[in-house]
């Protein structure tokens, strides 16, 4: 299968590559870079388009180029970054959206997976959260991607497009991403490791819903793979764990004890994490998909220091 992933030298995009040419698929990686963010032996067998997403006749030329199948939409401008450069995160997460969806339309691609986010719902007092609770998302990161899921299941009524996505929590990864105000959930566990210290820019109270990476990129593997007939909705959340910032502190004490912790909240940053719901109902996915989150917190923070001592280790 030919496959193009936008974004696709991104934290994300760089590791999904990795399972889909283990399978045997042809990986384009589109991206205004052409440096992976998580180097691999798999990616760079991908072949590498640098472009931007708000280039309409390059994303549909890319397409038709290289007979795309599928397109992994995970390209974005993220929270913080979009906070800062509202253009750019409309150009990217908007424009991008319309010419990723016409480019299926007109060349040929019969399924699109789009990336979207919990940022889509805003603040619900801590009730669960489900996939149809009313979205109103306090970041323009959270706008574009409520606009996104609606354009997405409106071209798959208009024109038969397959459009799925998934809500994707805070992502943690060995040198996660760092443009959105989500970037302290990997930040705390590189600092720690590489600077022996790391100040949160959130309160120690701060509870926010996290992923880690493999299962996020099992996610969108197991929900592209679904047959069409199990599918019961088009946007699907998924949930992982859910610890406060002084919880994920105390992680990694427990592996790091000498390490220096302290807070110093970012009123912005704080603001837009706290808009977010920390109780995720993902019955939806585990019932038509068979999803299923593997990596607690324990798990996740042994496995991310371990990676990170590791390239330490190897300078």
């Known amino acids: 299968m030919n496959v193009l992933i ?22 384009v990686a589109f991206d205004i870079r052409a440096e992976p963010h998580f180097d691999s032996a798999e990616f760079r067998e991908a072949q590498v388009v640098v472009g931007d997403l708000a280039d309409r006749h390059r994303v549909l030329g890319v397409v038709r180029e290289h007979n795309i199948e599928t397109i992994f939409h995970l390209g974005a401008v993220l929270s913080s970054s979009a906070e800062e450069n509202p253009y750019d995160a409309w150009r990217a997460n908007m424009d991008g959206m319309v010419n990723v969806l016409d480019a299926a339309r007109f060349g040929g691609a019969r399924r699109v997976v789009f990336s979207s986010t919990i940022a889509t719902y805003g603040s619900h007092g801590g009730e669960l959260l489900t996939e149809d609770a009313p979205q109103w998302p306090v970041s323009l990161y959270g706008v574009t991607k409520v606009a996104g899921e609606r354009l997405g299941v409106y071209y798959h009524h208009q024109f038969g497009l397959d459009f799925r996505a998934i809500r994707l929590p805070a992502v943690i990864a060995a040198r996660g991403s760092s443009g959105g105000a989500s970037a302290y959930v990997s930040a705390a566990f590189e600092q720690s490791v590489f600077k022996g210290a790391y100040e949160f820019y959130v309160n120690p109270t701060t509870r926010a819903p996290m992923l880690y990476i493999a299962d996020a990129v099992r996610g969108f593997l197991d929900l592209h793979d679904a047959p069409a007939k199990d599918l019961t909705r088009r946007v699907y959340n998924i949930a992982g764990i859910s610890p406060s910032a002084e919880e994920l502190a105390q992680a990694i004490r427990k592996l790091l004890p000498k390490v220096q912790l302290i807070y110093r909240p970012d009123p912005l940053k704080c603001a837009i994490v706290e808009s977010w719901p920390d109780r995720i109902d993902d019955s939806e996915a585990r019932k038509d998909w068979g999803w299923d989150s593997t990596w607690n917190l324990e798990r996740t923070t042994d496995e991310v220091i371990e990676v990170l001592r590791h390239e330490l280790a190897s300078k």
Do not use: F
């Open 6 to 27: 936008t974004g696709g030298t991104g934290n994300l995009g760089s590791r999904l590559a990795i399972p889909l040419v283990q399978r045997g698929d042809r990986v």
